[in-house]
């Protein structure tokens, strides 16, 4: 049987494949009575029935108003042992019914751990859909710290921007979330979401040790390969 360099080299590329993974959580029926949820003034909570949900309600959806909330953290309920970097999380949710928010759409707000203590806040700018594609804005809480207001850019831009002495994409993930309220709406206008589901995504980036490793003994492999073939062409 014949072997191709091309084919080896396939081959490899596949091996080195083999060290990324993505990891997903996806939070549903009774798990979602596990999930942390804030009522920042309004309702936060679970709700069984059919479906069960995790349902914000705020009575004034304004800017001065309450933005109840539900987080995602890394735990029992959803099997991730972490959230990773910024850079590597996507998520979205199942909205099963809302009212409301004069046509705004429930919002993803990610708070990031800071270094040296403190956190950021991601803000989606609506829907279903966190990922590289969705328009952010960010705030600095509890000690984080920044001369600089990102509004509108895409997360994926927002990934490879300087924070520090790192990026915003290299920041860890404390918890994900989603949001209700705080649209820049007339007053006393209510809102709520019923969420049935929640998807969160961890794509994890190779182990530089192993992929280094393997991938440099195929290629060795791959060269004596060819060579050995050079070596029978030329005694034919």
């Not at 990610?110 to 969705?134: E, F, K, Q, R």
Request: charged fraction near 10%.
């Amino acid at each position: 049987m014949k072997i191709t360099n091309g084919a080896l080299l396939m081959s490899l590329i596949a091996v080195g494949s083999l060290s990324w993974s993505a990891s997903a959580a996806t939070i549903s029926g009774t798990d979602l009575s596990g999930l942390t949820y804030r009522p920042n003034g309004g309702v936060a909570q679970y709700v069984a029935g059919t479906p069960d949900v995790a349902q914000l309600s705020t009575s004034d959806s304004g800017v001065t108003g309450p933005a109840p909330v539900v987080y995602v953290r890394a735990g029992v309920f959803t099997g991730l042992s972490s959230l990773g970097t910024l850079s590597t999380l996507s998520a979205s949710y199942d909205l099963y019914s809302s009212s409301g928010g004069a046509g705004n759409q429930p919002y993803w707000l990610t708070y990031l751990n800071a270094p040296g203590g403190g956190y950021v806040g991601v803000i989606s700018m609506g829907g279903p859909t966190l990922d590289g594609s969705s328009q952010i804005h960010v705030i600095y809480i509890s000690g984080a710290t920044s001369s600089s207001d990102y509004w509108g850019d895409t997360l994926s831009q927002l990934d490879g921007t300087i924070y520090g002495t790192t990026t915003f994409g290299q920041l860890g993930v404390y918890e994900t979330g989603v949001e209700i309220g705080d649209w820049n709406i007339d007053d006393s206008i209510g809102a709520t979401a019923n969420i049935d589901s929640i998807t969160v995504t961890v794509d994890s980036a190779p182990d530089g040790g192993s992929t280094v490793i393997l991938l440099s003994l195929g290629f060795a492999g791959l060269a004596l390969f060819g060579i050995r073939q050079n070596c029978l062409a030329m005694a034919k």
